[in-house]
């Protein structure tokens, strides 16, 4: 039988493993084709990835994202900073918009560093490839698994969820 105490931590916390999920909206003013989108996800990933080992992390279990456009979708990860980052996926023509969600599960440090350390290199990438975060979410952990809607459907929500609401936004702005 499963201790109630435990099952409130999550099934990693007591092996010192932390996670830290976002979902943000990038813009750029002009639109930026497959290599320029599957660079900066690779870049992201990485420079997470060492924003985490900065601040104390003993490993990185796995940092991914997802990159959804109109045009199609990227899919980066890494499992650490010497392992280098990698990347999948297709985007058919160049696109000013893009929604992703960005996953990080570290061992070492608390939520709130790969918080932290997620939220900086997300921003610190995005903005020097001249992307404006438009929006943040917060959202949890995901996987291929997750996805039972078509990518269509799952795009159409994600603009759904920025949209801004007659009350105000309802995402949490960390810039």
Do not use: W
Not at 124 to 139: L, N, P, Q, T
Not at 144 to 168: A, C, H, I, P
Request: proline residues 2%; hydrophobic residues 30%.
């Amino acid at each position: 039988m499963t201790d109630p105490m435990n099952a409130e931590k999550g099934c990693y916390t007591e092996h010192g493993v932390s996670g830290y999920g976002v979902a943000v909206k990038l813009t750029h003013e002009h639109p930026k084709d497959e290599r320029f989108v599957r660079t900066m996800a690779e870049e992201m990933m990485h420079s997470i990835a060492v924003k985490c080992m900065e601040r104390g992390a003993r490993c990185i279990g796995h940092i991914k994202s997802h990159v959804m456009s109109e045009a199609g979708a990227i899919k980066a990860d890494t499992i650490g900073v010497e392992q280098g980052a990698y990347s999948s996926g297709s985007i058919r023509h160049p696109v000013r918009d893009l929604y992703m969600a960005v996953n990080s599960i570290v061992q070492g440090i608390r939520e709130e560093e790969v918080k932290t350390a997620t939220l900086e290199g997300v921003h610190e990438v995005a903005e020097g490839k001249g992307y404006v975060v438009a929006k943040e979410k917060e959202h949890t952990y995901f996987d291929e698994f997750d996805f039972t809607v078509s990518k269509q459907e799952y795009l159409r929500q994600l603009e759904e969820q920025f949209k801004e609401e007659t009350n105000g936004p309802r995402e949490s702005k960390n810039s």
